[in-house]
């Protein structure tokens, strides 16, 4: 077993490289080296190699006058090769700094990159990488970038998952030379396109450096994603329009700055689990040269990587100083950088403990609580890896936000009619809360999303039945084939007017399902105007025009981006779609604590009335409605799942004086009649199939005592009828009754669970 006692660094600040004066001091965490060289190598190539000094906390330190920016280096490590006590030295293989803010570079598979020879993994190999791999670069200090006038809480987030390269790569507005780069997010037109949408925090799928796998790169393909870790510190060279020897410090802050000017917050995914090495037998670029053992989970013997993230090795953050690595980074990108928070990607590894068992107390969520400048980021967990009892979503407790893979499979069964009943339609509306409801939680927990990077797009989802990742070079057998998806009859693409026109109806109903239910939601970018990846759900290989967004399709997806922005601005303006707490059944109460007959939350069937057992315990009923308020305003939402028409009744009584339609998943030449028009309590509407509306509610806000009834006047009869006045309808306007067959309605304070 690793030793658990490895001496932790006593002042983590001092790692790296930092230009001091006139020169620049250099640390490196290596606690079982025996040995350790700086090499500074000159723009010629040419290395000079400088022995570095041990200090009882296992830290390596020099300094070199004369050394400033830009100066490319790496270190030599030396120590005992033996594997089976989990150490690899092998002081041939250069190696990166893992606090290096910059690396430039790429990775020669061909070279000699392994530690060990090609017959045997437990052999080294005496071979200089130096020529093959990739090197550190010394960056100096500059300001942070300009911060949010107002960091969104989770309340207002909607998280918009994009690529950084792939979302500007084909951008018409964005000149050629900066697209898929820092630069090119940044731009104007880009900028103001995802504010105008309704979008106030991007989540970028990776942007700490990473590199391709060997077997990616083998067959003429690159990691696209980047889901594959080298550097914590550095932004990713590639996306650098301004150059890789420090330069791409400087453009990320200038993106961050762009974005947080129109008030769009920065969340980056980021991959603490592994790293770009791979297991035992790959490349040896940077950690596995440091301390195998003393960065990555091993096996009993110690020879071999223990994986629980299906890629190859797993970063050990039960060591002191692996786990002060992590914290270390995470400061840096908020104070340096300026992100305002954080999604991990396979949170679950980042919690196990030296025997690899999953622990909700380590350390590591205990400190990111107690920092004061973590504590007050945007905290994501994907709540799972592969390992043992991995899957921990609804664990994380308050603080964290997590992704809700339950809410994207209702999502695409609901839609595609795969489900029996309302039950599940109602709890995921509700934020989900049999998964977050306890420990007092907030109802933000929950990230809802539809699709993200690792699927089809939503546009995927409605048309294709089967996965068709041909162009992976895997023969389809990678990538999930549980896609919960629907191709409407049709697999692929059609100019079949009636299927397109399925496919777009489906597609709004689930963007709306998202955009309306309790949660915090996560968009993928494009969903919004019909992205495709021709069926590829598994794209993380595939940089070319089959992953990035395609600008022109926003013109014959135009519903989809109006309905978008349109629930977005109806979110963001009306708080009462995005509580922070779990909606109770509590009657609202004015100022005075007078009641106002109308309740938090309600749920109702289509005539009108409130939902009852039998209605609650239909497997064959697809509709439902959700009424919410609060003091001030109330709306009412009607989820239509069936592919049958059906009459549609508001609620009367206390819930509202009228509804006005404010957004509808119909066509376009659907509703034109009641859009924006005031609707008395009762009224019917015939409602198409599979459709969602929403209605605002207008409701009182303070309690107010009848009229007193007039007194007789003299010579007037007391008994006299009064005017009836005749009612105002829409469709067939009458006041709903509930049919023979439906059971008195459950009354006032009390539901159906």
């Known amino acids: 077993m690793i030793p658990r006692d490895l001496p932790r660094p006593i002042d983590s600040s001092i790692l790296g490289a930092r230009v001091i004066g006139g020169g620049t001091s250099f640390a490196l965490w290596a606690p079982r080296a025996t040995r350790v060289e700086l090499a500074l190598v000159g723009s010629d190539r040419v290395q000079v190699n400088h022995d570095m000094t041990r200090a009882e906390d296992g830290v390596w330190s020099v300094s070199v006058p004369g050394v400033g920016a830009e100066q490319r280096y790496g270190f030599r490590v030396h120590g005992p090769w033996s594997p089976e006590t989990g150490q690899r030295f092998n002081p041939a293989k250069l190696l990166l700094d893992p606090y290096a803010r910059a690396i430039t570079g790429g990775v020669d598979y061909s070279g000699p990159i392994s530690d060990h020879t090609a017959e045997s993994n437990f052999i080294p190999d005496p071979t200089d990488s130096f020529a093959a791999v990739p090197l550190s670069v010394v960056v100096a200090d500059s300001p942070p970038p300009r911060p949010l006038a107002a960091r969104p809480g989770l309340d207002e987030l909607v998280l918009y998952e994009t690529h950084l390269k792939g979302y500007t790569k084909l951008h018409p507005a964005v000149p050629e030379h900066l697209r898929g780069t820092y630069a090119g997010l940044a731009y104007p037109a880009v900028v103001a396109g995802i504010k105008d949408l309704g979008i106030n925090a991007v989540e970028l799928l990776p942007v700490q450096h990473f590199v391709s796998e060997p077997f990616t790169v083998g067959r003429g393909l690159t990691n696209f994603w980047g889901y594959n870790t080298l550097g914590f510190f550095a932004p990713h060279a590639p996306y650098s329009s301004s150059g890789t ?26 991959v603490y689990n592994h790293t770009g090495e791979g297991g035992h037998e790959g490349p040896t670029l940077c950690f596995r040269g440091i301390d195998h053992g003393g960065y990555y989970r091993l096996t009993g013997d110690l020879r071999n990587d223990y994986d629980v993230t299906g890629c190859g090795n797993a970063v050990d953050t039960s060591i002191g100083g692996v786990l002060d690595l992590v914290l270390d980074s995470l400061r840096y990108w908020v104070v340096e950088m300026g992100v305002d928070g954080f999604r991990f990607d396979l949170c679950t590894t980042l919690i196990r403990d030296a025997f690899h068992h999953v622990d909700q107390g380590h350390e590591f969520k205990r400190r990111i609580a107690e920092d004061p400048v973590l504590r007050d980021v945007v905290i994501i967990s994907e709540p799972w890896d592969l390992g043992p009892y991995g899957y921990q979503v609804g664990r994380w407790g308050r603080g964290w936000a997590e992704w809700n893979d339950r809410f994207r499979g209702f999502t695409r069964d609901f839609w595609r009619g795969a489900l029996s009943g309302v039950q599940e339609l109602a709890t995921r509306l509700a934020g989900s809360s049999d998964i977050f409801d306890h420990d007092g939680r907030p109802a933000t927990s929950s990230v809802n999303f539809v699709n993200a990077h690792d699927g089809f797009t939503m546009r995927d989802v409605v048309s294709y039945d089967l996965k068709h990742n041909e162009a992976n070079g895997e023969r389809n057998r990678d990538g999930a084939d549980d896609n919960r998806s629907w191709n409407h009859g049709f697999e692929g693409e059609t100019q079949d007017a009636a299927v397109v026109a399925a496919r777009h109806r489906s597609t709004r109903n689930m963007m709306a399902t998202l955009l309306l239910a309790t949660g915090t939601p996560m968009v993928l970018a494009g969903d919004e105007m019909g992205r495709t990846q021709q069926g590829n759900n598994n794209a993380y290989c595939q940089d070319s025009p089959l992953s990035w967004v395609d600008w022109h399709t926003p013109d014959e997806w135009s519903d989809q981006v109006d309905l978008t922005r349109t629930l977005l601005r109806l979110r963001r303006e009306h708080p009462v779609l995005r509580p922070t707490t779990f909606r109770s ?47 001030t305003e109330a709306f009412y939402i009607f989820v239509h799942g069936g592919d049958w028409d059906m009459p549609l009744s508001l609620p009367t009584g206390p819930w509202a004086d009228a509804y006005t339609l404010v957004a509808h998943t119909g066509r376009s030449d659907e509703f034109t009649d009641l859009v924006e028009t005031s609707l008395e309590p009762g009224s019917r509407i015939d409602l198409p199939g599979r459709t969602v509306l929403v209605f605002r509610a207008d409701v009182v806000s303070a309690h107010t005592e009848p009229e007193p009834e007039p007194e007789p006047v003299a010579g007037e009869s007391a008994t006299a009828e009064p005017a009836t006045p005749e009612p105002t309808t829409v469709r067939a306007a009458d006041p709903a009754e509930p049919p023979a067959s439906v059971p008195t309605p459950i009354g006032p304070g009390t539901t159906a669970s």
Do not use: C
């Open 245 to 270: 020897l420090g330069a791409q410090v400087r453009e990320f802050k200038e993106m961050v700055s762009a974005l947080h000017d129109e008030g769009i917050a920065v969340i980056l995914d980021v």
């Open 585 to 631: 059944t509590n009657e609202i109460v004015d100022a005075a604590g007078h009641g106002l007959g109308r309740r938090e939350s309600a749920w109702f069937y289509e005539t009108g009335f409130e939902m009852g057992g039998n209605e609650w315990n239909d497997p064959g009923r697809r509709s439902l409605g959700l009424y919410v308020s609060d003091l």
